[in-house]
Nanobody
């Protein structure tokens, strides 16, 4: 029900825009999140946005470089990634919650999310 797109290979300093389209459910009232994962590591929080887009939270590692946004008319969430670094290389997953709660503890915890996309690979070369 969540499908990511937009991943790929980019040089350090470059940009990519990830998209996550929902089908079946729109999740328009619920927070959406982006996480990333590299082999052998736990899934890491990247960014989250509330249902109406009024509240946004970023991991410190991407703050100032990544921008999360959503278009509820298209049931789609975006992650604009600028000034990419090799350490941003990972599989990026989008997610959706069932509840509207947007506390930091909740939205940064992958266990808080019920729906997940299949992931899209982002590779940043040095």
């Amino acid at each position: 029900q969540l499908t990511e797109s937009g991943g790929g290979l980019v040089q350090a300093g470059g940009s990519l825009r990830l998209s996550c389209a929902a089908s079946g459910r729109t999740f328009s009232n619920y927070p959406r999140g982006w996480f990333r994962q590299t082999p052998g590591k736990e899934r890491e929080f990247v960014a989250a946005i509330s249902g109406n887009g009024a509240n946004i939270y970023y991991a410190d590692s991407v703050k100032g470089r990544f921008t999360i946004s959503r278009d509820n008319t298209r049931a789609t969430v975006y992650l604009q990634m600028n000034s990419l670094k090799p350490e941003d290389t990972a599989v990026y997953y989008c997610s959706a919650k069932f509840s509207t709660e947007f506390s930091t503890v909740i939205i940064t915890n992958p266990d808080s999310y019920y729906y997940w996309g299949q992931g899209t690979q982002v590779t940043v070369s040095s």
